[in-house]
């Protein structure tokens, strides 16, 4: 089995870069990554399936999460926006295939785009090679979605030493969300921003499937019924509660 390139300890890491959809997870990442990195560069992905707010959300999350404290907006550097949508355009033809029935009886939600957080990952390890950065910060989950096999830690711990090898670099992938409910989300953005970043990601963070901006919710915006607005909801009220 071939060696791999010494990790750094995660106090030594160069830099981060986040995978920053401007959905409510990754505002949570950014914040972590900014709390934790000593540089920091964002990356989002453009596949041809997301609605054009969402990828505006990106912008003026980022703005806002800058501001919240100077050493942030220091740390804070460059944001990149990927095109790929050619492979959504693979992605959604399987799906009008055989497999999204079945993937219907396996229990998989009908939207999983298969190998979405495999090929997102590989663009950004590409991409961090590059800026000289050597962890990548996603907010996989495996609490609430463990119907998606990307986000499972065995993935990511799989991937991880892919990337590394592939690369011959050591790559890191945090993943500070892996094992939070979405009510424990909320709970970590108020210990790493307090009120005024939980303030922002409700307001700035763009998370409906619809991209419904028009309904404000005490949670934030969206249509309120699609399973991404149930979801955060959900979290919100059991947070709220607690
Ligand atoms: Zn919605």
Redesign the pocket.
């Known amino acids: 089995m071939a060696s791999l390139p010494i990790k750094a300890a995660p106090g030594d890491a160069k830099g981060a870069l986040v995978l920053f959809s401007g959905g409510q997870d990754s505002a949570v990442c950014l914040a972590h990554a900014l709390a934790h990195y000593p540089r920091v560069e964002t990356i989002g992905f453009d596949y041809g399936q997301r609605h054009r707010v969402e990828l505006e959300a990106r912008v003026q999350l980022r703005q806002s999460m800058s501001a919240l404290k100077p050493e942030w907006g220091a740390i804070l550097g460059d944001d990149v926006l990927v095109d790929i949508s050619g492979y959504g355009q693979l992605a959604e033809s399987a799906l009008t295939r055989e497999r999204a029935i079945e993937m219907g009886q396996s229990g998989l939600p009908t939207s999983f785009v298969p190998g979405r957080n495999l090929v997102f990952l590989v663009m950004a390890a590409a991409h961090a090679w590059r800026r000289g950065l050597d962890v990548l910060v996603g907010g996989m989950c495996q609490t609430d979605y463990s119907g998606y096999p990307d986000c499972r830690e065995e993935t990511l711990l799989a991937q991880e030493r892919a990337l590394s090898l592939g690369l011959d670099m050591p790559v890191s992938i945090d993943t500070p969300l892996m094992f939070l409910t979405k009510a424990q989300t909320w709970v970590l953005a108020d210990q790493l921003g307090g009120q005024a970043l939980v303030d922002v990601i409700v307001e700035d963070s763009h998370t409906?499937?619809?991209g419904?901006r028009q309904h404000r919710h005490d949670w934030g915006y969206?249509?309120?019924?699609?399973p991404?607005?149930e979801l955060r909801a959900a979290g919100w009220k059991e947070w709220a509660a607690a």
């Open positions: 409906c499937y619809l419904d969206g249509c309120g019924t699609c991404a607005c």
